[in-house]
């Protein structure tokens, strides 16, 4: 029986039914994200941190700032769970009372940092011409010791919140803006840059879309490390004396305090570094968590 | 076979895990001394898992089980640390893909060539150097003394491809593994790795396995080879026979798609993508895509979906048992392997493309283009150096034309199609596109007249976007299909092929094939009149090219579309062009339609190239079997 398979009517290569449908499609990068256990927990905690810090001052029986000299540097017990520092003061509460000054300060120059930063990293990648000034100025910030460069805007400014997050904020940009303007120069490289501009999209879609969208892995990781290194670095300011007024308890300065009596009175140390692990715990693990959702790649089908 | 280099029974490779796919799925394997097979498949064939299995490079995720494994004498399998590390690079020597990626390039070409005899026995620096201008000499590089000490930057892929050879040589290997060895290279640079490897191997006598997707290299260089598909043989058999009578429909699909330059015969592609392991069907692999099945009748239909064939030897009719008069020597896993033999090949003529009125009004005129790029040392700013990639070229594209760019990398065909697009500014002399009106377009219009593909599906498109959104994007830059864009993306997606459903995934859930499509479904959003496209073949499998040959033609009939088609492969420029222009050295060296480019090529350069293209009649082989060889064998 012979076949003439020349003559076999298969008109057109037909790739329909061959196409498997996908099982499960993206509700964007929230719904991924959602669907991510790592990162429910880490939202989680982050949120019982910041609810913590916020009523938790309210309900309790103690006032950070009164002292009681006869409770000097008392072990945890009942009356005082974490114990009191070398003036008496409760240090739960004013642990929690610090978290609002800490947390404030870590989320706004975090955020400042980040977006003035990923700004002049982009125009730096999309402009050879503001490329070289830009990145110049960048560097000579860079030069300088961070924590001397805050201080001595600080000893200009003068002790504020809104001092501290301008210059921790000055500190920090150089650092997004040359990662942003690195992963961004890789993508303006890619083919599929060469075809926007050969379809002459538009230069904010390009520097949304393109460049943003896909340098936005590595800026997330960089920026929930930074807001670790913020609070450390707020701390720094407070011991030399240069943060915040002495009179508002933070994390940094009650760690930098409790150092002191490490051997004696070792709560004093443990319970802000203790929240400060959990805090930088639960942002690692958005952190990852967002990083897989705004890559669709990582998706498990 | 007494003089067996390497004997593989029943070989599986499987991934580990609860739901473990099978990616090799029991193949055999026979390699003789000085005797050249090859493994062919199309992406996602295990054909590389099963190479890697000789030497147990496999990754960690997978397992190997095996009937048996003997490489060179040694038991693969109960082979230890030490007598493993014994084959690799001692007895067995391997040549892989890529050479960039495989070469230190903090080291000099010289140690590395020489490292497999160097980590075997002591040797001085003095005689090391001395082995490797040896070795390199010995494979051709010029000037060994000093190119040995050059680090491997310095060279180029086709000079680092032959420093790959000497070291996977260097230790007189009696086997010799080639995973694509020239798949990386352009086509005269094919052609001399082909000459040197015969070379080679008649003199140290060695067996190759190689390993290729590409069945112009199995004509050229192979004396068996296996046809893989879905991590099973399809066919297994002389290369002769194989490709003259082949007995499997998978192994007939493949010739049929390939574009065959020579003849100018048409392609026929396989409908659907390659079964890749997740996706294998049940039955035989193969029989969504089968033709000969479609012909068969329903009980037969079933059967092919039911019952998996095993690899037998194939009885041909008019002879009974063995001793007929024409022994196949052939084996074929299909259930109705002898239909194969009544099929008449396929000698298509070129499909109804009526080619354009010569005379016809111009859609682009290239007048006097050149373009030099400099560079700059990062350090003192100076020139370092001037090159010439575009030198004085002019032509004209007519309106329904397809003209074939084709050369060598670095002869300046892709600049000159980055310089149509505007991606890149001439230095000299101009590039007018003409609207239908003769006038010359400029501005906005220009991006709606020439459009780009571009030759890496892969990284043409944003990963971070839905294919909708890639394609709506560009009909809302250009206010095109406002208010009808949900209807309009499914008529382009309808138009290069894709079901509509396809618009909601990301490009990482497509394949290459498919990417492409989306590629020209973009550029085609802004109902372009011409389309550059750069390699748009190069990076897809066998089956697909013939199905984006086949769309491309399509295309240009149903919408009237000039293509400038920039290809180092002659074989696709044939089966798609009217015109093929010649570059060389940044300059035109000739222009002519295809049947006088191929037929009667008058520039010298022009016969270099058609000599190097690899057809699939290993009767004639671009590199004539050496006597060498030829007498070892017989």
């Known amino acids: ?301 | 076979m007494t003089d067996a280099v390497l004997t593989v029974r029943e070989l599986r490779v499987r991934t580990r895990g609860d739901a473990p796919l099978a990616l090799v799925d029991g193949v055999d394997i026979d390699v003789g001394l000085g005797e050249t097979v090859a493994l062919v498949g199309e992406s996602g064939s295990g054909k590389t898992m099963a190479a890697r299995s000789v030497l147990r490079l496999l990754p960690a995720n997978v397992e190997l089980t095996a009937g048996g494994l003997s490489a060179v004498g040694t038991d693969v399998l109960a082979a230890d640390g030490p007598a493993l590390r014994g084959l690799r690079g001692g007895r067995v020597g391997m040549i892989f893909q890529d050479p960039m990626a495989n070469f230190n390039p903090v080291l000099p070409v010289g140690r590395q060539v020489t490292e497999p005899v160097r980590i075997r026995q002591r040797m001085s620096k003095r005689a090391g150097d001395k082995l490797a201008a040896e070795v390199l000499g010995h494979v051709g590089i010029p000037d060994p003394e000093r190119r040995c000490r050059e680090y491997p930057h310095q060279f180029s892929g086709g000079m680092l491809q032959r420093a790959m050879i000497a070291m996977a040589l260097v230790n007189r290997p009696s086997l010799v593994i080639a995973d694509e060895p020239t798949t990386a290279l352009d086509a005269t640079l094919q052609v001399k790795i082909v000459k040197l490897l015969r070379l080679l191997q008649s003199e140290i006598n060695a067996g190759i396995l190689v390993i290729t997707h590409d069945l112009g290299l199995v004509a050229e260089l192979a004396d068996r080879a296996s046809v893989m598909y879905a991590g099973r043989i399809m066919e297994t058999g002389r290369v002769g026979e194989l490709f003259a009578r082949p007995l499997h429909p998978y192994t007939r699909a493949l010739l049929d798609s390939r574009p065959e330059g020579r003849t100018g015969a048409d392609v026929r592609a396989i409908p659907g993508e390659p079964a890749t392991p997740a996706t294998r069907p049940g039955g035989c692999a193969f029989h969504p895509r089968c033709r000969l099945r479609v012909e068969r009748p329903a009980a037969d239909q079933a059967r092919c979906v039911d019952e998996v064939p095993v690899l037998r030897l194939v009885a041909l009719p008019g002879t009974t048992g063995t001793t007929g008069s024409t022994p196949s020597s052939s084996l074929a896993a299909c259930h109705f392997a002898t239909e194969m033999l009544t099929v008449g090949h396929l000698a298509q003529p070129r499909a109804d493309h009526v080619p354009p009125d010569p005379d016809s009004a111009p859609v682009v005129t290239v007048a006097g283009v050149s373009k030099r790029f400099v560079t700059k040392s990062a350090w003192s700013g100076r020139r370092t150096g001037v090159t010439q990639a575009v030198d004085d070229v002019s032509f004209t594209l007519g309106h329904g034309e397809s003209l074939g760019l084709v050369g060598e990398s670095g002869s300046g065909k892709s600049t000159l199609g980055r310089m149509m697009v505007r991606l890149i500014e001439p230095d000299t002399g101009g590039i007018t596109v003409h609207a239908q009106d003769a006038s010359p377009v400029t501005g906005q219009q220009f991006r709606r007249t020439v459009q780009w593909v571009h030759q890496d599906p892969y990284g043409s498109l944003n990963p971070k976007m839905t294919i909708r959104r890639l394609i709506t994007e560009v009909l809302a830059r250009y206010r095109l299909a406002s208010g009808s864009r949900a209807a309009r993306v499914t008529e382009l997606l309808g138009l290069v092929g894709l079901p509509p459903d396809l618009a909601e995934r990301y490009p990482h859930q497509l394949s290459g094939g498919q990417r492409q499509r989306v590629a020209i479904a973009r550029a085609l959003a802004v109902e372009p009149r011409v389309l550059v496209l750069d390699e748009p073949l190069s990076a897809l499998d066998v089956s697909i090219q013939a199905q984006v040959i086949t769309l491309l033609r399509r295309l240009r009939a149903d919408l009237g579309l000039s293509y400038v088609l920039i290809s180092h492969d002659l074989n696709v420029v044939r089966t798609i062009c009217d015109r093929v222009a010649v570059m060389c050295e940044g300059r035109l060296v000739e222009v002519g339609t295809v049947d006088d480019i191929y037929d009667r090529p008058q520039h010298p350069y022009t016969k270099t190239l058609l000599s190097a293209m690899l057809n699939v009649d290993p009767e004639d082989r671009a590199v004539p079997a050496s006597p060498v060889t030829s007498t070892a064998r017989s």
């Open chain 1, 1 to 301: 029986m012979a076949v003439d398979l020349t003559s076999a009517g298969v008109p057109e290569p037909d790739t329909h039914d061959l196409v498997r449908p996908r099982a499960r499609l993206r509700a964007g990068w929230v719904g991924s994200f959602r669907a991510s256990t790592r990162g429910m927990i880490g939202l989680g905690l982050l949120a019982l941190i910041v609810l913590a810090c916020l009523v938790g001052p309210v309900l309790s029986a103690h006032d950070p700032q009164v002292v009681d000299p006869v409770a000097r540097l008392a072990p945890p017990s009942g009356s005082h769970w974490l114990g009191t520092d070398q003036f008496g003061r409760d240090v739960l509460t004013r642990m929690l009372d610090g978290g609002r000054a800490s947390l404030l300060v870590a989320a706004a120059v975090t955020t400042i940092s980040v977006v003035i930063g990923a700004f002049l990293g982009l125009i730096s990648a999309m402009y050879a011409k503001v490329d070289g000034p830009v990145m110049r100025f960048l560097d000579a910030l860079m030069a300088f010791p961070s924590v001397l460069l805050a201080i001595a805007l600080m000893a200009r400014l003068g002790p504020s919140i809104g001092n501290v997050i301008a210059a921790l904020s000055l500190v920090a940009i150089p650092g997004f803006a040359r990662l942003v303007r690195s992963s961004a120069l890789v993508v303006k490289s890619t083919p599929y840059m060469e075809l926007a501009r050969v379809l002459d999209l538009r230069l904010p879609t390009l520097m949304v879309r393109y460049l943003l969208a896909n340098s936005m892995s590595p800026l997330i990781l960089a920026a929930t490390f930074g807001a670790a290194s913020v609070i450390l670095a707020e701390a720094a300011l407070s011991f030399l004396g240069a943060g915040l007024p002495t009179s508002v308890p933070t994390w940094g300065s009650m760690l930098n305090d409790g150092q002191t009596y490490l051997r004696n009175a070792w709560w004093l140390a443990v319970a802000p570094g203790a929240i400060l692990s959990l805090l930088l715990l639960s942002l690692n693990m958005i952190g990852d968590a967002l990083r897989d959702a705004f890559d669709p790649r990582s998706e498990r089908i």
